[in-house]
């Protein structure tokens, strides 16, 4: 039976760095495949053309190199938007789909990453929940979807470079928080394709109240996102079932007082307005009530319709009532429009679809 040899790309630079010492091998060299792997996005140890040809032996037998591959492309240039916004279809070693979006805005290139194969929390505007969950994705499944928008980049000859990433793809990232941790040291690592910094890595969550507390004190530099999209608890929970009862308001809101205070970063409350679901003026001063507490801001966002989920988008003049109604209660309010609708841009609909093809092939 063959030996399953690890991903290389799943360590460190701190972890590859030790396995390589095992092997006699100096920290520099670490820091020399760390760059083939991920500035150069090489694909075998072949490639390492700085390594003597005995270590890249080494390294064969000892590591595999396993990139996700690109299962489809799409893009779309609807809106205002900067550029076109892409999505990636990848398909894992073990046939698990994931997706991956590139979204263009004024002055930067934001990689949305996904960080489970599917997801256990069925929230009812959710493409993603409809799957199941699969499996946590791997640190090297995570940072291979940065890569696969890298190399999609230079394969097009645009010069462009990631700019800004957030963990709002599919799964989530506070259910698997190790591997998170660990792709968002290597992301934000020199040698990275010019490396990220973590100042500009947000993590999204349903609201993992243990994981917050301990990303609060974990020294990381990573901006916090909480899915809110209601201050009424009894309604969060028709939205969000098994993240609201878990995790109720009344215990959130002290958590993510606590995580402003010791970080000294607001927390951004993502509010997905939904037409007569969340939208009403009653909403809004709720809201107020939660988010008036503690260092945040509030994010509007456009709901991106998803066939056989009922929901719709609420109109502009619903939009800039509610939020102006925050404004006037002195929150900070940012409005994000929805990009990317006919490409399936929401997470978790093109792998609905890939499986679906799997599945009758």
Not at 40 to 45: D, G, I, L, Y
Request: proline letters at 4%; a neutral charge.
């Amino acid at each position: 039976m063959a030996k399953t040899l690890q991903n290389i790309t799943d360590l460190t630079l701190q972890q590859l760095t030790g396995r390589l010492a095992e092997m006699k091998e100096p920290a520099w060299r670490a820091k020399q495949i760390h760059e083939w792997l991920f500035s150069h996005r090489a694909e075998s140890f072949e490639e390492m053309t700085t390594l003597s040809k005995a270590l890249r032996k080494a390294l064969e037998e000892t590591f595999a190199i396993t990139p996700p591959e690109v299962e489809q492309h799409d893009d779309s240039t609807e809106g205002a938007c900067p550029g076109p916004t892409e999505k990636l279809l990848l398909r894992l070693p073990d046939g698990a789909m994931i997706e991956t979006v590139l979204i263009p805005g004024p002055g930067r290139l934001t990689a949305c990453l996904s960080s489970q194969a599917g997801c256990a929390l069925q929230c009812s505007f959710c493409a993603t929940g409809s799957l199941g969950f699969k499996r946590n994705l791997t640190p090297g499944e995570i940072t291979g979807q940065a890569n696969a928008l890298n190399s999609m980049l230079a394969a097009s000859g645009r010069e462009q470079k990631i700019t800004n990433i957030v963990f709002m793809g599919m799964g989530e990232p506070l259910l698997n928080t190790l591997n998170v941790f660990d792709a968002v040291e290597t992301l934000s690592t020199r040698g990275y394709a010019s490396s990220i910094s973590q100042r500009k890595i947000t993590i999204s969550t349903v609201g993992i109240i243990p994981e917050i507390a301990k990303l609060a004190t974990s020294g990381m530099k990573t901006k916090l996102a909480v899915s809110l999209h209601s201050a009424f608890q009894e309604k969060r929970e028709s939205l969000m079932p098994l993240a609201a009862r878990r995790y109720p308001l009344d215990e959130l809101q002290p958590v993510l007082a606590h995580y402003a205070k010791n970080t000294g970063e607001p927390v951004t409350l993502v509010y997905m307005l939904l037409e007569g679901v969340n939208d009403t003026q009653g909403d809004a001063r709720q809201l107020i009530r939660f988010a008036s507490r503690f260092f945040c801001k509030i994010n509007l966002i456009d709901y991106n319709s998803i066939v056989n989920i009922p929901f719709q988008s609420v109109c502009s003049e619903t939009r800039d009532r509610f939020r102006d109604r925050l404004l006037e209660a002195g929150l900070q309010v940012t409005l994000r429009k929805s990009y990317g609708t006919s490409i399936h841009a929401a997470c978790g609909q093109l792998a609905a679809k890939g499986m679906e093809h799997s599945n009758k092939s």
